[in-house]
């Protein structure tokens, strides 16, 4: 069994930045390739990035390409997300997960999830 937790969410304005982390318990995180997805009120969970085992692949949705930076430490059990020049439409809740195989950008693919952290950006 896997458990995350994540944190780093809050209020911003329109242009700042947010550094997410989620830290992960056990001793097999870096076994597991992880993403982060978001969900905005009253649409369906998004794929935002991931990150293979090493940290020597990554992926990103396009809309953050450029923004957005996943990284991991697996010394650390942790897995980061920044983001720069935040817009209001960035504005979802955060959840990150891990998984052992399958796409990476299918939540279906993720067998472990945390509860999410809340990002909002104001205009």
């Known amino acids: 069994q896997v458990q995350l937790v994540e944190s780093g969410g809050g209020l911003v304005q329109a242009g700042d930045s947010l550094r997410l982390s989620c830290v992960t318990s056990g001793r097999t995180f870096s076994t597991y390739a992880m993403g982060w997805f978001r969900q905005a009120p009253g649409k369906e969970r998004e794929f935002v990035a991931a990150?293979?085992?090493?940290?020597?692949?990554?992926y990103y949705e396009d809309s953050v390409k450029g923004r957005f930076t996943i990284s991991r430490d697996n010394a650390e059990n942790t897995v980061y997300l920044q983001m720069d020049s935040l817009k209001p439409e960035d504005t979802a809740l955060y959840y990150c997960a891990a998984r052992k195989q399958g796409s990476v950008y299918f939540s279906d693919s993720y067998d472990y999830w945390g509860q999410g952290t809340q990002v909002t950006v104001s205009s």
């Open positions: 990150i293979n085992w090493s940290g020597t692949g990554t």
